[in-house]
């Protein structure tokens, strides 16, 4: 089992509607989580972190955090063609000493118009 | 931009070379962490540098070392070069090395061909 799970897609949503991305995590007692945003050829860039069960909002991004059941969504509102990316879901585990995260393998998100 | 830059941004080497990256962190984060991303994969932890001491390590042999200077800024170099080193090599910088103290955030990566 991965240590950090996503659906590879690509996952194609009209323009306007809400994308929903997930993400499942094999270590229970991982504490930070992350989604980051990556456009071909670029470096991946952070544009949500949560850390606690629930909601967290930042404009159009939803993440959501549920540690029973060791799950990460994002949400994507008001899809416009340039979220159109490799979306990384990424985890930071409870290791002794080393902040180090963990990536999933990505979810590629098309916003056709 | 996030502050964290890399250099060079692309380099071709050949099979059995050495290698020298270079990435200078974001002003006031005094941790680097260096990811290793394959075509069509997520990035994959190398190691991380904390106050110029290895900090942790993930699956990569000896030849991936590293360095970290006073200012913060670090070096991954790789020894004997094989084919599947081609990827783009990316560096993180944060703040703080324990857990919680993980936000990191990219410099532009350095894609590294090997033929």
């Known amino acids: 089992q991965k240590e950090v799970e996503q659906n590879s897609g690509p996952l194609s949503v009209p323009e306007g509607a809400i994308a929903s991305l997930n993400c499942t995590y094999s270590d229970r007692g991982s504490q930070s989580f992350f989604w980051y945003r990556q456009y071909s050829g670029k470096s991946p860039e952070l544009i949500m972190s949560i850390y606690s069960n629930g909601d967290k909002e930042d404009g159009r991004f939803t993440a959501q955090l549920n540690k029973a059941s060791q799950y990460v969504s994002l949400l994507i509102r008001d899809s416009q063609p340039s979220d159109s990316a490799t979306y990384l879901c990424a985890v930071n585990p409870p290791y002794s000493s080393a902040s180090k995260i963990i990536f999933g393998s990505g979810t590629r998100l098309s916003i056709r118009p | 931009e996030t502050g964290v830059t890399q250099s060079p941004t692309h380099l071709i080497k050949t099979r059995g070379q050495q290698v020298t990256l270079r990435c200078s962190s974001q002003?006031?984060?005094?941790?680097v962490s260096w990811y290793q991303q394959a075509l069509g994969q997520g990035p994959q932890f190398i190691f991380q540098y904390y106050r110029e001491e290895e900090n942790g390590r993930g699956n990569f042999p000896p030849r991936f070392s590293g360095l970290q200077f006073p200012n913060y800024s670090s070096e991954l170099n790789v020894n004997a070069l094989e084919l599947d080193d081609s990827a783009l090599y990316l560096c993180a910088s944060s703040l703080g090395a324990g857990a919680g103290n993980t936000e990191a955030f990219f410099g532009q990566g350095t894609r590294l061909t090997v033929v």
């Open positions: 002003s006031g984060h005094n941790t």
